[in-house]
T-cell receptor, first 107, second 116 residues
Framework: GIQVEQSPPDLILQEGANSTLRCNFSDSVNNLQWFHQNPWGQLINLFYIPSGTKQNGRLSATTVATERYSLLYISSSQTTDSGVYFCAVRRYSTLTFGKGTMLLVSP | DAGVIQSPRHEVTEMGQEVTLRCKPISGHNSLFWYRQTMMRGLELLIYFNNNVPIDDSGMPEDRFSAKMPNASFSTLKIQPSEPRDSAVYFC??????????????FGPGTRLLVL
């Protein structure tokens, strides 16, 4: 099956810092989503981004489908950004998740 | 919309007991997914339905697991008999699948299952 690799596995930031999370995938995909799992376990959909660039407030994402990677940018990080960020790719109708990047933003 | 609704939110049971997890997808969505999350294996797709029909159940771990979707607004995931290794968070998600279009999956809050 398709492989999804996320980096870095862990990240610690000071509040206000910027960060870039990466997702590499091993085959062509029909779509790609970024999720944030907050410390309470809730999975929140951030972006549906099979290609191109999208922005939502302090977050933005870019997917280069031809090179099989996606980047999630977090600017001016806040403590509420802490949690695990998952990249998930879809071939046909199923999502395959990466192992996630655990982010801790300290005050 | 209330989003995807799952019940119960927490379940503690003893080994050998039957466990039933419930999910109500977002109204109008035609695809429903059951996932399991553990520390060891991360997030795994167990089964997904399209228009109430099971399409891919290759992720269902074994015969102790079964899932049904009797109508567009309700699905169950049953484990019988339950075992301690089934302890996990079980997520239900739904989406509106349209050929060539967006099919963002929206997740419920999950059911935390502990089998003693």
């Amino acid at each position: 099956g398709i492989q999804v690799e996320q980096s870095p596995p862990d990240l610690i930031l000071q509040e206000g810092a910027n960060s870039t999370l990466r997702c590499n995938f091993s085959d062509s995909v029909n779509n790609l989503q970024w999720f944030h799992q907050n410390p309470w376990g809730q999975l929140i959909n951030l972006f549906y981004i099979p290609s191109g660039t999208k922005q939502n407030g302090r977050l933005s994402a870019t997917t280069v489908a031809t090179e099989r990677y996606s980047l999630l940018y977090i600017s001016s990080s806040q403590t509420t950004d802490s949690g695990v960020y998952f990249c998930a790719v879809r071939r046909y109708s199923t999502l395959t998740f990466g192992k996630g990047t655990m982010l801790l933003v300290s005050p | 919309d209330a989003g995807v609704i799952q019940s119960p939110r927490h379940e503690v049971t003893e080994m050998g007991q039957e466990v039933t997890l419930r999910c109500k997808p977002i109204s109008g969505h035609n695809s429903l997914f059951w996932y399991r999350q553990t520390m060891m294996r991360g997030l795994e797709l167990l089964i997904y339905f399209n228009n109430n029909v099971p399409i891919d159940d290759s992720g269902m771990p074994e015969d102790r697991f079964s899932a049904k979707m009797p109508n567009a607004s309700f699905s169950t995931l049953k484990i019988q008999p339950s075992e301690p290794r089934d302890s996990a968070v079980y997520f239900c998600a739904s989406s509106l699948f349209e050929a060539g279009g967006s099919s963002t999956q929206y997740f419920g809050p999950g059911t935390r299952l502990l089998v003693l």
